[in-house]
């Protein structure tokens, strides 16, 4: 079992910048990908970005393509989200999610972390 455990979440005003951090303990060794999701109040969770430990691949919701980066260290079992240029459209609650298969769906989940952009 993988347990996720997210930081960096807070209160800023638009065109500010965050650094989300995930860490995963457990059963880490079979983990073969790491992703944000986000859910805004009122609305179903949405994925934001993704990376795959091998080959590095990484894949982001249209709409923060450009502001966003994943990026990830193996070493630590860490996955970093840098959200650049925030918008008041960003503000949801940012869950860490990884996999042990990149063909399978996330399922194990973090409890999330506040993000809430001010305009």
């Known amino acids: 079992q993988v347990q996720l455990v997210e930081s960096g979440g807070g209160l800023v005003q638009a065109g500010d910048s965050l650094r989300l951090s995930c860490v995963a303990t457990?059963?880490?060794?079979?983990?073969?990908?790491m992703a944000w999701f986000r859910q805004a109040p009122g609305k179903e969770r949405e994925f934001v970005a993704d990376?795959?430990?091998?080959?590095?691949?990484?894949d982001y919701l249209p709409s923060v393509k450009g502001r966003f980066t994943i990026s990830g260290d193996n070493a630590k079992n860490t996955v970093f989200l840098q959200m650049n240029s925030l918008k008041p459209e960003d503000t949801a609650v940012y869950y860490c999610?990884?996999?042990?298969?990149?063909?399978?769906?996330?399922?194990?989940w973090g409890r999330g972390t506040q993000v809430t952009v001010s305009s």
């Open positions: 999610a990884a996999k042990g298969s990149v063909a399978a769906l996330y399922n194990s």
């Open positions: 457990g059963r880490t060794f079979g983990i073969a990908a």
């Open positions: 990376f795959t430990w091998s080959g590095r691949r990484e």
